[in-house]
Nanobody, 111 residues
Framework: QVQLVESGGGLVRPGGSLRLSCAASRNIFSFNLMGWYRQAPGKERNLVATRTTTGSPNYADSVKDRFTISNSITRNTMYLQMNNLKPEDTAVYYC?????WGKGTLVTVSS
């Protein structure tokens, strides 16, 4: 059974930065597609960023030029660097890899 464990969420002021991590229980090169999704209160879960192990990343329009998805092969970890955060970025952020989901980490952007 594959496990994905997110970390790095928290409370940040508008304009601030956070880096989310997703630690996988197996080699991340074994996944075809990995990514981050988010779900705001009362809303559906939406794509934030995805990437294949060999392809270019794909970002939601709302986060382009602010968020960056990356991997650390040696640590079996995927990251989401989030800069210039806005209140509308407040959500639970989920790590996704093929058929697997993490339990999420809460990001709150508020002054």
């Amino acid at each position: 059974q594959v496990q994905l464990v997110e970390s790095g969420g928290g409370l940040v002021r508008p304009g601030g930065s956070l880096r989310l991590s997703c630690a996988a229980s197996r080699n991340i090169f074994s996944f075809n597609l990995m990514g981050w999704y988010r779900q705001a209160p009362g809303k559906e879960r939406n794509l934030v960023a995805t990437r294949t192990t060999t392809g270019s990343p794909n970002y939601a329009d709302s986060v382009k030029d602010r968020f960056t998805i990356s991997n650390s092969i040696t640590r079996n970890t995927m990251y989401l660097q989030m800069n210039n955060l806005k209140p509308e970025d407040t959500a639970v952020y989920y790590c996704h890899a093929d058929d697997y989901w993490g339990k999420g980490t809460l990001v709150t952007v508020s002054s």
